[in-house]
């Protein structure tokens, strides 16, 4: 009866672990997740706002006003007034987004808080990068 018992616990333990394995994965960025103010070290960069608009560079004089969505397959519609649409990856995860430029495939990285000027590289430098980026800004890929 007890080899019974220990074959009932390990089943249900080998089970729960599978399960727990499926958890979480293949979750869909909603628009809410990129709602609200992204940093890049202690500058705020973008405002992405819950009615669909979008403001950059805003401690510049020349500061950007946009739209945004998100589409069907999970890519970010960007569309700068006075400019043609863009089409980008994105990935928010946790406190970062990355939007992946194009350029070489690199992701601008942005924060929900700021991080002091010193830190910010080393903080960024650290961060496991999502699939869609090959590396950081728009530096050229070191090859592997």
């Known amino acids: 009866m007890k080899r019974y018992g220990i074959c009932i616990l390990l ?10 394995g499926c958890v979480g994965e ?3 960025v909603g628009e809410g997740d990129i ?7 202690e500058s705020k960069e973008v ?3 819950s009615d669909g608009t979008v403001l950059a560079d805003l401690d510049s004089e020349n ?19 006075g400019k043609d649409a863009r089409t980008l990856w994105f990935v928010v995860d946790g406190d970062w987004l990355f939007i992946n430029n194009d350029e070489y495939s690199n992701c601008d990285v942005f924060s929900r ?6 830190s910010w590289s080393s903080t960024t ?8 980026c090959e590396g950081l800004g728009m530096d050229e890929p070191t090859p592997q």
């Open 113 to 118: 808080v700021s991080i002091d000027e010193d």
């Open 63 to 81: 500061q950007e006003t946009g739209t945004w969505s998100i589409n069907d397959n999970g890519t970010l519609s960007l569309q700068w007034s």
């Open 11 to 20: 089943s249900l333990i080998m089970i729960t672990t599978a399960v727990s």
């Open 26 to 28: 293949g979750d869909i």
């Open 35 to 41: 709602v609200g103010d992204w940093y890049q070290a």
């Open 47 to 49: 405002i992405f706002n």
């Open 125 to 132: 430098e650290a961060l496991t990068l999502p699939s869609i």
